[in-house]
T-cell receptor
Framework: NAGVTQTPKFRVLKTGQSMTLLCAQDMNHEYMYWYRQDPGMGLRLIHYSVGEGTTAKGEVPDGYNVSRLKKQNFLLGLESAAPSQTSVYFC????????????????FGSGTQLSVL | GQQVMQIPQYQHVQEGEDFTTYCNSSTTLSNIQWYKQRPGGHPVFLIQLVKSGEVKKQKRLTFQFGEAKKNSSLHITATQTTDVGTYFCAGPVDRIFGNEKLTFGTGTRLTIIP
């Protein structure tokens, strides 16, 4: 099993350009997440999905859109990139908890380093 | 704003010394998780604590969950170079669709002086 795979690993954009980050998981997980990591800020949730066809906003959703057309894929889009979106982006997935009240552990991809000039 | 705080932000220790990082939440947590991120890597799950006052050990790592379930700590005994990395706590501060999403702490970056 590959686990969680993110593409691309690195990308440089000019301000105003658009791009899509792809996340794929082969663990049949229900939940998928996009986080961004900035120095001193930890991991902040951008958007998440609790199932195919569903998405929801996280802590810092502005400037991003997501789609989950297939259970195994979760796409993160930047329509008009800004320098403030320079960051490391991590995708994660987790199974649905049996009890519904506890989180299951997250499995992370290897990350995408994005620079916006 | 950040609802899960971690201190310290950085810690430099001599190899063989102990290390502790603390995690505090503004709300009571049903559970707390700890992750480790090696330099240049991605976060990897270490452990989950569920019960009030729970203590779990993994070799030289000791994890505690506070009695009020608002704080947690990770203690490493006799650090080794393999312990280098950033340690994050994460807890569910919001509920959605009957399930909970995790909010991560700001992390503690541990460096080891050989």
């Amino acid at each position: 099993n590959a686990g969680v795979t993110q593409t691309p690993k690195f990308r440089v954009l000019k301000t105003g350009q658009s791009m899509t980050l792809l996340c794929a998981q082969d663990m049949n997980h229900e939940y998928m997440y996009w986080y961004r990591q900035d120095p001193g800020m930890g991991l902040r949730l951008i958007h998440y999905s609790v199932g195919e066809g569903t998405t929801a906003k996280g802590e810092v959703p502005d400037g991003y859109n997501v789609s989950r057309l297939k259970k195994q894929n979760f796409l993160l889009g930047l329509e008009s990139a800004a320098p403030s979106q320079t960051s490391v982006y991590f995708c994660a997935s987790s199974p649905r908890g049996d009890s519904g009240f506890l989180n299951e552990k997250l499995f992370f991809g290897s990350g995408t380093q994005l620079s916006v000039l | 704003g950040q609802q899960v705080m971690q201190i310290p932000q950085y810690q430099h220790v001599q190899e063989g010394e102990d290390f502790t990082t603390y995690c505090n939440s503004s709300t009571t947590l049903s559970n707390i998780q700890w992750y480790k991120q090696r330099p240049g890597g991605h976060p990897v799950f270490l452990i989950q604590l569920v019960k009030s006052g729970e203590v779990k050990k993994q070799k030289r790592l000791t994890f505690q969950f506070g009695e009020a379930k608002k704080n947690s700590s990770l203690h490493i005994t006799a650090t080794q170079t393999t312990d280098v990395g950033t340690y994050f706590c994460a807890g569910p501060v919001d509920r959605i669709f009957g399930n909970e999403k995790l909010t991560f702490g700001t992390g503690t970056r541990l460096t080891i002086i050989p």
